[in-house]
């Protein structure tokens, strides 16, 4: 999981995350992540429109957003 979040990283990439939250509820973000540090890495999340911290291990799922997708959003 750790070299796909670099990877959207590198290429700058808006991704679909599915992310468990600490209270065991699966949560959508969408985010740029900003970056990976350890066992962490900071995000803007467009949902939460703020900077956050996510776990690694955490993440569920990451799916980069198409430019199509983009522009009808």
């Known amino acids: 999981m750790r070299d796909q979040l670099v990877k ?3 290429r700058n990439q808006i991704v679909n995350m599915m992310y468990l939250a600490k209270s065991g509820e699966v949560t959508k973000r969408r985010i ?4 990976v540090v350890g066992d962490t890495f ?3 999340c467009f949902v939460k429109q703020a900077k956050r911290t996510f776990l690694i291990n ?3 799922a990451v799916v980069p957003i198409s ?3 983009r522009e009808v959003v």
């Open 8 to 10: 959207a990283m590198q």
């Open 32 to 35: 740029k992540i900003i970056k």
């Open 67 to 69: 430019r199509k997708e």
């Open 58 to 60: 955490n993440v569920l």
């Open 42 to 44: 900071q995000a803007y």
